[in-house]
């Protein structure tokens, strides 16, 4: 089955510097990459998604990047803010595969003011 | 509030106790799954309906575990014999066919289990 890997597994910047996580997939075969957001005791939030026929879609501050080829996808944000800080989750998911996603293990980003 | 809901939020149950999860999606998404997160993990894919139909179920779903979605409408998650593993976030989610294939899942806000 498909495997994700996200790093790093924490991130602690300055208010108004850029974010970078990275994840990793195994399946060639994925065809959408979606980000979650999950505050503590909340609910994951999906922020941005990319399908496999792009290779970059940006919102405002958020942007995220896709190598097909490496079989690897980023989250950028620019700009970061104290809100910002969360956990993000990278996802794969196959369309043979119901579309079910598989996650990556979480990044503990930390913007501090 | 139009988004996906979960009843009940938390749940504190013994070992060996039957409990059940219920999940209301959006209205029209005809797809729904289930996810388990442990602290510090991302979603782990359980089981998925489409419509009433459940077309799919992971290893980690044991055989004490059942699912169902009547009418294809909410759906239900019962744990029987429960143990202290099952402590867990049971998230629920759904989607339905956008352009081009793929689905967005949007989530509920998780039912906290623990088993003591």
């Known amino acids: 089955g498909e495997n994700v890997e996200q790093h790093p597994s924490t991130l602690s910047v300055q208010e108004g510097d850029s974010a970078v996580i990275k994840c990793t997939y195994s399946?060639?075969?994925?065809?959408?990459f979606p980000w979650y957001k999950q505050e503590l005791g909340k609910r994951p939030q999906l922020i941005i998604d990319?399908?496999?026929?792009?290779g970059e879609k940006k919102d405002q501050r958020i942007a995220v990047t896709l190598n097909k080829t490496a079989k690897h996808f980023s989250l950028h944000i620019t700009e970061t803010q104290p809100e910002d800080s969360a956990v993000y989750f990278c996802a794969a998911s196959i369309p043979s595969s119901n579309y079910k996603l598989t996650f990556g293990k979480g990044t503990l980003l930390t913007v501090n003011p | 509030d139009t988004g996906v809901s979960q009843d009940p939020r938390h749940k504190i149950t013994k070992r060996g106790q039957n409990v059940t999860f219920r999940c209301d999606p959006i209205s029209e998404h005809n797809r729904l799954y289930w996810y388990r997160q442990t602290l510090g993990q991302g979603p782990e894919f359980l089981t998925y309906?489409?419509?009433?139909?459940?077309?799919?179920k992971s290893r980690l779903l044991s055989d004490r575990f059942s699912a169902e979605r009547p009418k294809g409408s909410f759906s239900t998650l019962e744990i029987q014999r429960t143990e202290q593993g099952d402590s867990a976030m049971y998230l629920c989610?759904?989607?339905?066919?956008?352009?081009?294939?793929?689905?967005?899942?949007?989530f509920g806000p998780g039912t906290r289990l623990t088993v003591t």
């Open positions: 309906f489409q419509n009433e139909a459940q077309l799919e």
């Open positions: 399946d060639s075969a994925s065809n959408y």
């Open positions: 989610a759904s989607s339905r066919l956008l352009g081009q294939g793929t689905y967005e899942q949007y």
């Open positions: 990319i399908r496999s026929n792009v």
